[in-house]
């Protein structure tokens, strides 16, 4: 993490500065949020990751202002699932991201995840670089939630 920026656990006090970040980035692709189903989980990140065993953080910069997010969803045994994976753009370019998900990798292991999936669109070509860089590999699940167009899995 770059000087002066932290990483901390997240609770439902950030609930409101998360959604800012998540529905600006959207919004910054042309994405659209979803606040009743995929991205529910923004009102109550306790009860959707820490509490079921998982683990919701975030990226806050020097001035105190949350700027970054990553959350880690249990999906089953051994599994789970790479959410809500934002940086803001002004933040971009400094390794913050690669810092982020490095970190949900080791904090998967050490929560004992044996696999962790995600699914983005191919309009976050940054992000979907970076997964690939980091390993993941394309998969077809069941369904994807309405905004994505692609799935990676990883085995840890």
Request: hydrophobic share 40%.
């Given at each position: ?100 998900l490095d970190h949900a990798l080791q904090r998967a292991r050490e929560l004992g995840f044996r696999e962790i999936h ?39």
């Amino acid at each position: 993490m770059p000087p002066g920026y932290t990483l901390r656990p997240a609770t439902n006090a950030d609930c409101e500065a998360v959604r800012a970040v998540v529905l600006s980035v959207l919004a910054e692709y042309g994405l659209q949020a979803d606040l009743s189903t995929t991205d529910a989980d923004l009102f109550d990140l306790e009860g959707h990751y820490a509490q079921r065993g998982g683990c919701f953080e975030v990226v806050v910069d020097p001035n105190g202002k949350i700027i970054a997010s990553v959350g880690l969803q249990p999906q089953g045994e051994g599994l789970c699932e790479l959410r809500k994976m934002y940086l803001l753009p002004q933040h971009r370019g400094r390794g913050i991201g690669r810092t982020l998900l490095d970190h949900a990798l080791q904090r998967a292991r050490e929560l004992g995840f044996r696999e962790i999936h995600l699914e983005t669109a191919s309009v976050l070509k940054e992000a979907t670089a970076m997964y690939e860089r980091a390993g993941f590999q394309p998969y077809q699940p069941e369904h994807c939630s309405a905004r994505c167009d692609l799935a990676y899995r990883l085995m840890l």
